[in-house]
């Protein structure tokens, strides 16, 4: 068959161009959809499965994955089973041929705790001090419990203070693993509980929104492997955005310095091919700058005039927010620069010479017709550079963010802004959660929502930045 | 007729014009320095190296340089046919609204942050590959391969079907007929490993000549940067063809040229400057890019050309150990020499790329019968 | 003024110096280089007040050059060169203490392509009188309407002034430039090939409001368009290579062209 395209190789060129091409977008709508799949799967209550093997043992957990068997041929699954206290590990391997039966009962819960991790098992009771519930009424009983907390919690009326008989301390679960083992659980360790096997689908999408917010508006937990990532997602923001303050002002100034008002002779040539080409110089060098002049340089020396009864523990002398935005703000000032320039240089001349002959000098020429006519190219830029900033993760592991940052950069506290506070960020959340935790397997799940969101807002930035170019050229157009 | 004049107004309009383009002059200015003084600093912080003296410390650069350029290298091996092969098709064969669709798409492939595909390579595709090394190492023949099998079968398809599935649009309804192909490859290749006699590639590999595997290794590098590269390679290789006066080729294809023909003989030459200065470009990123190769590589510091282990980059070892560096120290300075060195090669890099792209620019002006 | 001026020209160049009315501007021996190529020569001649004067020429003699430097938009290019001077009311447009933003608002000009500012068609009339100080709302809204009715635009626009500029055809923003200049009461109105991108409706409408201008102001009018500089213009002169060729009454350079020159072009006998 091949011998009809080895005669006419021309006519095979193509094909495998053509193939450069399918290849590329297989390779993105993969990433895509395994971050989608995995990122929002991960919060979507899946069944449990109550298994008993060839030896007898009777395991429960969430089927992961399945692999080839490493020593004999056949494949093995991964169960999430749990249950740290009682089994030292959350993972159990199985191969597939030990399973002799599978099944899915519906009493089986999934309990949320606040130290050793989740819990997979049987309610026995609910051990109240006045009286021992069992059954489907201690499973009543707890997410009534659950429920209250959560109202109270949400600052609704409090009805333990008016005397209601609800006080969480001394109520205690008594709970069982599906093997038999026992263990009593105080009420206030559980977060939440559910019983994924008995949900209706409708349970099921109310669990999972209710998953994904708790993941988009919690702290993280448990080492960075649980909760969410509410501050990760604030310090980004935050950081992005006091980048954007910086880096607007600055580069559209220059952009106007180099297109309007700087005579277009060699040298304004040289220095704009120069800032054109500092978008291709790496972002770790933009990060070595930064500690170098920014901390280290001007952090040292700010510690030294003002901070001096705190030294030698810096507080401007070591990676903070502030640094972190003007190293990404130096970064993103090419972008910034030469969309603005494009903008400018699209507006014709004869608006210029418009405004001109009305007697407009060259500022009111400036703020009056040009800027107006070359702001959604600014906007743009500036789009572009906190689309690029939000993804930048290289210089920031230089300059200011932290891994588990202990305090918010903006509080109640005076000054309320923290300029030189430590700060997390998505980006290198993804890094340090994937690589320097520990227990990757379990933080897994998590990374994929992280990067997900990562991706969706770095996507939906460069997409209305794309749009935003788009109308503009449509709008020149007529 | 006589102006409604108001002297003051006017010189308070003027004074204010002048003094806001004095601010801008100084403002714009100011940001070119600052600019300006990213290579001064370097250059300042290098510096006390002379005095050091000590030349043996520049030896610890060396096993990041290479690699450095091991990594791009692989990354570019995956990334230069990708991209370029995607750029002839879409400057020539595509269908404009699939090519108008393209572009952005591509856009969207190179916005994803590198943090994220270096997760995606180190932690996902790295022990996947390990485990099926021999269905990847197919796919790398097997996938041309099957887009040749795709074109042949297209030939001898009818009229009706080659209209349903135009090569205009090939690029998009190969796309499934990949997924086919994967599956199939990794369905097979248990079975022909089996003829093996160690069974699996990997203890093959090492038991027959000795080649180690390394889960994170230069090949998982190079796919996951050239994922990185390809967007960047390809739209300025895209630009410069698409750039080519259609006279050109149209006067090619006159003369009785087939549309490949014409873009071999014609449009590569004439265009040639410019996917020059794509690959450019795509190196300078390659060689500076940082999560990628810091997540995907394994980070040891080895002397070796094999594609089955790991290196680490000079972006890589500035990320890790200059945080932890004494300013002031011979590393940091080491490091800063390094920093150094990658900002003078993308910024010749980039400088000799848009250099040509301009001349590139002039010709094509020309060409057209511009003076 | 009645004396023509003195000319070190070659033989040929028989011009005539005139002043039927006053003038309103002067041009001295007026020279300009772009980059040290020369665009006009030892250029001279006199605008009178209240009347239309017409540049005419073949392409790239030089009259929009000469109207751009009358308004002084050549200072935005460093590679220009002068001199020679113009005057406008018996004062340098190049003097250094001179206050070109006050010159330019005294020297109106109009484009060969309609440039409307994207904004409303009130905010484009009203646009030269903010720039001049604060105002009444009430009296800008009556100098926008007058302006807009010198431009003969009022009664198409009245009913949408607050719609986009740009929702206008070609002659209708023609005209909208034209009422825009007319808001900031110039003193002389220059015209570069005003009518050369419209339609013939469109252009016979800016004709007729050309004419009907002069008793307000003095314009000052490139085309190339032979027609048109003889049906509105009351002087013309002919410009080639940079140099004033000729210059008189439109009927006399018209009907009776003392020079060969000058013949060759009218009747379309360029070489």
Same mark, same amino acid.
């Given at each position: 068959m091949i011998q009809h395209l080895a005669k006419n190789r021309d006519e095979a060129w193509p094909w495998l161009s053509a193939a450069s091409v399918a290849l590329s977008l297989l390779m993105l709508a993969a990433l895509v959809s395994l971050l989608v799949v995995r990122g929002l799967g991960h919060f979507w209550p899946a069944p449990i499965e109550e298994v008993t093997l060839a030896d007898g043992q009777v395991i429960a957990g969430h089927a992961v994955r399945e692999a080839p068997l490493p020593d004999r041929p056949g494949h093995e699954r991964l169960y999430y089973t749990a249950n740290r206290d009682l089994d030292g590990a959350l993972w159990q391997w199985v191969a597939l041929?030990?399973?002799?039966t599978r099944s899915t009962p519906v009493e089986l819960v999934l309990l949320d705790r606040a130290s050793w991790g989740d819990f997979i098992g049987r309610l026995v009771a609910v051990v109240m001090p006045n009286e021992r519930l069992e059954g489907e009424a201690a499973w009543q009983a707890l997410q009534q419990h659950l429920n209250q907390r959560n109202t109270v919690a949400n600052g609704a009326p409090s009805r333990a203070a008016s005397g209601d008989s609800y006080v969480p301390g001394d109520t205690y679960l008594i709970v069982e693993s599906v093997e038999g083992r026992q263990r009593q659980q105080p009420l206030h360790v559980i977060h939440r509980a559910q019983r994924p096997n008995a949900m209706s689908m409708g349970e099921k999408i109310q669990t999972w929104g209710s998953a994904v917010w708790r993941f988009l508006s919690q702290g993280p937990r448990a080492a960075n492997t649980g909760g969410g990532v509410w501050p990760a997602i604030f310090g980004t923001v935050l950081m992005v955005l006091l980048m954007s303050l910086l880096v607007t002002p600055f580069g559209v100034l220059a952009a106007i310095y180099l297109n309007e008002i700087a005579h277009q002779g060699r040298l304004t040539r040289l220095v704009r091919i120069g800032v054109r080409n500092l978008a291709g110089v790496p972002s770790i060098v933009y990060g070595v700058f930064g500690l170098g002049v920014f901390v280290y340089g001007i952090g040292g020396s700010l510690d030294e005039w003002f901070f001096s009864d705190t030294l030698p523990s810096p507080t401007f002398g070591t990676g903070g927010l502030l640094w972190a935005s003007l190293t990404l703000a130096l970064l993103t000032l090419p972008v910034v620069i030469v969309a603005t320039e494009e903008g400018l240089a699209r507006i014709p001349d004869a608006q210029r010479e418009g405004a001109l002959a009305l007697g407009a000098t060259r500022l009111e020429m400036l703020t009056r017709i040009v800027l107006p006519m070359a702001a959604p190219a600014m906007l743009t830029g500036v789009i572009l550079a906190v689309a690029r900033a939000a993804g930048e993760v290289a210089p920031l592991m230089l300059v200011g963010v932290a891994k588990l940052a202990p305090q918010m950069p903006l509080d109640g506290e005076f000054p309320y802004l923290h300029l030189e506070r430590k700060f997390m960020h998505l980006g290198y959340h993804i890094f340090d959660t994937a690589f320097h935790g520990e227990d990757v397997q379990a933080a897994l799940p998590l990374v994929y929502a992280t990067a997900l969101l990562l991706v969706l807002i770095v996507l939906v930035l460069n997409l209305t930045a794309i749009f935003l170019r788009h109308h503009l050229r449509r709008q020149r157009g007529n | 007729m006589t102006p409604p004049s108001d002297t003051l107004n006017q010189r308070l309009r003027l004074a204010r014009d002048r003094l806001a383009t004095g601010l801008i002059t100084a403002g714009g200015i100011g940001v070119l320095l600052a600019v300006l003084a990213i290579a001064v600093f370097l250059l300042w912080e290098t510096l006390p190296l002379l005095r050091l003296g000590?030349?043996?410390?520049?030896?610890?650069l060396t096993p990041l340089a290479w690699g450095t350029l091991k990594a791009a290298f692989y990354a570019l091996l995956f990334a230069v046919p990708l991209a370029l092969g995607a750029a002839m098709y879409s400057a020539l064969f595509m269908s404009t609204r699939l090519r108008h669709r393209l572009k952005p798409t591509l856009e969207m492939m190179e916005a994803i942050p590198g943090v994220v595909v270096g997760f995606i390579a180190g932690l996902i595709i790295a022990p996947w590959v390990e485990r099926h090394l021999a269905g990847t190492l197919l796919l790398v023949i097997g996938l041309p391969l099957s887009a040749l099998v795709a074109g042949t079968i297209w030939h001898h398809l009818g009229t009706r079907l080659q209209r349903t599935l135009p090569l205009s649009w090939a690029g998009l309804w190969l796309v499934p007929w990949f997924v086919l192909m994967i599956a199939l490859a990794f369905w097979v290749t248990p079975l022909l490993e089996q003829q093996l006699p160690e069974d699996d590639l990997r203890r093959f590999l090492d038991k027959q000549w000795g080649i180690d595997y390394a889960t994170r290794n230069a090949m998982i590098v190079g796919v996951a940067m050239g994922f990185a590269v390809i967007p960047s390679i390809y739209a300025l290789a895209e630009d410069a063809l698409a750039d080519v006066p259609k006279s050109l080729l149209e006067g090619a294809q006159a003369l009785g040229a087939t549309r490949w023909q014409a873009l071999w003989k014609v449009a590569l030459p004439t265009a040639g400057p410019g996917l020059f200065s794509a690959v450019m470009i795509g190196a300078g990123r390659a060689v500076g890019e940082t999560m990628i190769v810091l997540m995907a590589s394994g980070n040891t510091a080895l002397f070796s050309a094999s594609p089955f282990e790991g290196m680490r980059s000079i972006s890589a070892a500035i990320a890790i150990e200059l945080p932890e560096a004494a300013p002031g120290g011979l590393t940091y300075h080491l490091l800063i020499l390094a920093a150094l060195a990658l900002f003078v090669f993308t910024f010749l890099v980039n400088t000799l790329a848009e250099a040509v792209r301009q001349r590139l620019r002039r010709r094509y002006r020309r060409l057209e019968g511009h003076p | 003024m009645q004396a023509s001026l003195p000319k070190s020209a070659p033989e040929n160049a028989a011009v005539m110096h005139f002043a039927?009315? !006053?003038?309103c501007l002067e041009i001295n021996d007026f020279s300009l280089a772009y980059a040290g190529v020369p665009a006009l020569q030892g250029l001279s001649l006199q605008v009178p007040r209240h009347r239309v004067t017409a540049f005419i020429g073949p392409s790239g003699c030089g009259k929009s050059t000469l109207l751009r430097a009358i308004n002084r938009l050549?200072?935005?290019? !460093?590679s220009v060169t002068l001199s020679g001077n113009i005057q406008l009311e018996g004062r340098d447009i190049h003097a250094p203490q001179l206050n070109v933003a006050e010159l330019r608002r005294r020297v109106g000009m109009v484009f060969q392509n309609p440039n409307p500012f994207p904004m409303s068609i009130y905010e484009n009339v009203a646009f030269g009188l903010r720039l001049q100080g604060r105002m009444l709302k009430r009296k800008r809204d009556d100098t926008v309407e007058w302006a807009l009715q010198s431009a003969a635009l009022w009664e198409e626009v009245k009913d949408r002034l607050y719609r986009s500029a740009w929702t206008l055809s070609g002659g209708q923003q023609q005209r909208l430039v034209i009422a825009r200049t007319l808001a900031v009461q110039p003193d002389v109105l220059l015209l570069d090939e005003p009518a050369s991108a419209l339609d013939p409706i469109s252009t016979l409408k800016i004709e007729e409001l050309i004419r009907n201008l002069k008793s307000q102001l003095t314009l000052v009018l490139v085309t190339h368009n032979m027609q048109q500089a003889a049906r509105v213009s009351d002087y013309t002169a002919f410009l080639q290579g940079g140099e004033l060729v000729e210059y008189g009454p439109t009927d006399s350079v018209f009907t009776?062209?003392?020079l060969q020159r000058t013949e060759n072009y009218i009747t379309g006998r360029m070489a």
């Open positions: 041929d030990t399973i002799q | 000590d030349t043996l410390a520049l030896a610890k | 039927t009315a !006053e003038s050549h200072d935005l290019n !460093e009776n062209p003392r």
